[in-house]
């Protein structure tokens, strides 16, 4: 009789049974991949919370700063601006600001950091649909945005002669997500097609920065002579500023009709072109794959 070990053969009933490998590109999880939009969300937020005093408090102090700056040089002698004063206007702009600017920040850096690193296979490896990816991206940068408002928000509610008591809650969170969404979307676009951080920087100070400044968050508007006025209802990021404010004042600065309602329109078509526009390129793989 022989000692040796007998080595087992399947039969042909039992190999049936064994589960087929999955053909190459074909989906197996036909669901929202919820546990991985979460670790993708969870690793950009850990992200940039890692280095906050750069991220959330350095930009919160500065727009601090324009704050004070503003109010000394330009808000004394009781100076109100469409009936409040000139500190509790320029306040929530200033907050709002601040959340668009950091919202780009981030999302252009995610993908952007990747390419030069070489890392960028960490993005496009992994079981996430093109949608889930931007779901994880937009959420991370926008969480950052409302890290830094709250900041802010909480800075200024103590600061003396500063009053920022919300009128309409609803409108300081729909118009809050709506424009940091809009700048997200922007950031993200920007990182996809940015080959060097010079690129991220040049939409930063030439695009960016040019449309904050010239949205009514230190001036009211409706005193702009009307050829202006048509410049700064061209601009969105206008929307997202006087709907923000509207929340906290309980008026705005505008000569359009319907005013809340147009600006919430506006921002809601503008995130869905971005939106859309992100998700093409994207799938295409444009500056991304090889």
Same mark, same amino acid.
């Given at each position: 009789?022989?000692?040796?070990?007998?080595? @087992?053969?399947?039969?042909? /009933?039992?190999?049936?049974?064994?589960?087929?490998? /999955? *053909?190459?590109?074909?989906?197996?999880?036909?669901?929202?991949?919820?546990?991985?939009?979460?670790?993708?969300?969870?690793? *950009?937020?850990?992200?940039?919370?890692?280095?906050?005093?750069?991220?959330?408090?350095?930009?919160?102090?500065?727009?601090?700063?324009?704050?004070? #700056?503003?109010?000394?040089?330009?808000?004394?002698?009781?100076?109100?601006? #469409?009936?409040?004063?000139?500190?509790?206007?320029?306040?929530?702009?200033?907050?709002?600001?601040?959340?668009?600017?950091?919202?780009?920040?981030? @999302?252009?850096?995610?993908?952007?950091?990747?390419?030069?690193?070489?890392?960028?296979?960490?993005?496009?490896?992994?079981?996430?649909?093109?949608? *889930?990816?931007?779901?994880?991206?937009?959420?991370?940068?926008?969480?950052?945005?409302?890290?830094?408002?709250?900041?802010?928000?909480?800075?200024?509610?103590?600061?003396?002669?500063?009053?920022?008591?919300?009128?309409?809650?609803?409108?300081?969170? $729909?118009?809050?997500?709506?424009?940091?969404?809009?700048?997200?979307?922007?950031? $993200?676009?920007? @990182? #996809?097609?940015? *080959?060097?951080?010079?690129?991220?920087?040049?939409?930063?100070?030439?695009?960016?920065?040019?449309?904050?400044?010239?949205?009514?968050?230190?001036?009211?508007?409706?005193?702009?002579?009307?050829?202006?006025?048509?410049?700064?209802?061209?601009?969105?990021?206008?929307?997202?500023?006087?709907?923000?404010?509207?929340?906290? #004042?309980?008026?705005?600065?505008?000569?359009?009709?319907?005013?809340?309602?147009?600006?919430?329109?506006?921002?809601?078509?503008?995130?869905?072109?971005?939106?859309?526009?992100?998700?093409?390129?994207?799938? @295409?793989?444009?500056?991304?794959?090889?």
């Amino acid at each position: 009789m022989n000692d040796q070990p007998q080595i @087992s053969h399947p039969d042909s /009933a039992n190999s049936a049974a064994v589960p087929a490998f /999955a *053909e190459p590109g074909v989906p197996q999880i036909r669901t929202l991949n919820v546990p991985a939009m979460q670790a993708l969300y969870v690793k *950009e937020v850990r992200r940039f919370f890692k280095v906050q005093l750069q991220t959330i408090w350095a930009p919160a102090v500065t727009t601090l700063l324009f704050l004070v #700056i503003f109010t000394v040089a330009l808000g004394g002698a009781g100076r109100k601006v #469409i009936g409040v004063p000139f500190a509790d206007f320029v306040a929530p702009g200033l907050i709002m600001m601040a959340m668009l600017q950091n919202s780009f920040a981030n @999302s252009s850096f995610s993908l952007l950091v990747g390419k030069i690193q070489g890392t960028i296979v960490d993005y496009l490896m992994p079981p996430l649909a093109v949608g *889930e990816l931007i779901i994880a991206l937009i959420g991370a940068a926008i969480t950052r945005a409302v890290l830094v408002g709250l900041a802010l928000w909480v800075a200024m509610l103590l600061w003396p002669g500063v009053h920022v008591d919300p009128d309409h809650l609803w409108a300081v969170a $729909l118009f809050g997500l709506l424009g940091a969404m809009m700048l997200s979307f922007l950031g $993200l676009i920007t @990182s #996809i097609w940015a *080959e060097k951080f010079d690129h991220a920087a040049a939409v930063t100070n030439f695009v960016v920065t040019p449309l904050a400044l010239l949205s009514g968050t230190f001036y009211s508007v409706d005193r702009l002579a009307p050829w202006f006025q048509g410049v700064a209802h061209a601009n969105p990021v206008y929307y997202a500023i006087m709907g923000f404010r509207y929340g906290f #004042i309980g008026t705005v600065d505008s000569t359009i009709a319907h005013p809340v309602l147009t600006a919430t329109v506006t921002l809601i078509a503008v995130n869905a072109a971005l939106g859309a526009l992100t998700y093409r390129l994207l799938t @295409s793989g444009w500056k991304l794959k090889a």
